[in-house]
């Protein structure tokens, strides 16, 4: 079981009907076109991770998914991994600690259209049931779905970013590559405790840079 069908197996439990049931079966061919984010960053430095992925087979993906785990996206995960803290988040060892969730990178902009709740800090219009997942929707052969978050570091040191693509939220479609593998894949990045140099440009916003 991949840690996307384990995720939403557990958030289902106790909720009656099955989830997944229209959810079809199968494997879903697919074509990672880009897969992006700097292994080099500064505390409060302004970044993107981007995911672009091609439907490379002949049917239509049913609603294609990528996860944001924490060192690795496979299940079951050591304590402190995979999807058990937020994503772009960094786990914190302590009995006393009520949420052992911290982040590493703030998200300020998610992938999918941002609404209201997107702009005061919620997650998205693209956002799924399954933990730290994110969906497009159905993909039609040929077409390609590009997922972009933004975020800005504010937490130094060295993180390691995994990510996994899937047909599905539910594990019954499956994004295949070429070689059968799942598509997936591992950022480390060293975040400096020297802040980005930022300035306020013409237009009143602040930017990167001197």
Avoid at 41 to 67: F, M
């Amino acid at each position: 079981m991949t840690g996307l069908a384990a995720a939403v197996a557990l958030s289902g439990c106790g909720s009656g009907s099955r989830q997944d049931v229209n959810e079809p079966a199968g494997k879903f061919p697919v074509q990672v076109t880009t897969a992006s984010f700097p292994t080099f960053q500064r505390l409060a430095q302004h970044t993107h991770l981007v995911i672009s992925v091609r439907n490379s087979g002949s049917k239509t993906i049913p609603n294609l998914a990528v996860t944001i785990c924490n060192t690795t996206c496979t299940y079951p995960a050591p304590v402190g991994q995979g999807t058990s803290v937020g994503s772009f988040d960094q786990y914190l060892y302590g009995s006393e600690l009520a949420s052992h969730s911290r982040p590493v990178w703030v998200v300020d902009r998610p992938p999918g259209l941002c609404g209201y709740s997107c702009l005061n800090g919620g997650q998205g219009a693209n956002v799924s049931a399954a933990s730290n997942t994110w969906q497009a929707g159905p993909v039609k052969p040929g077409a390609t779905a590009t997922f972009n978050w933004a975020v800005t570091a504010v937490a130094p040191g060295k993180h390691v970013v995994a990510w996994q693509v899937a047909a599905g939220i539910y594990g019954k479609a499956k994004a295949v590559l070429a070689d059968g593998s799942i598509p997936s894949g591992t950022f480390a990045v060293s975040i400096s405790r020297t802040p980005a140099l930022t300035h306020v440009n013409d237009a009143g916003r602040v930017v990167t840079g001197p």
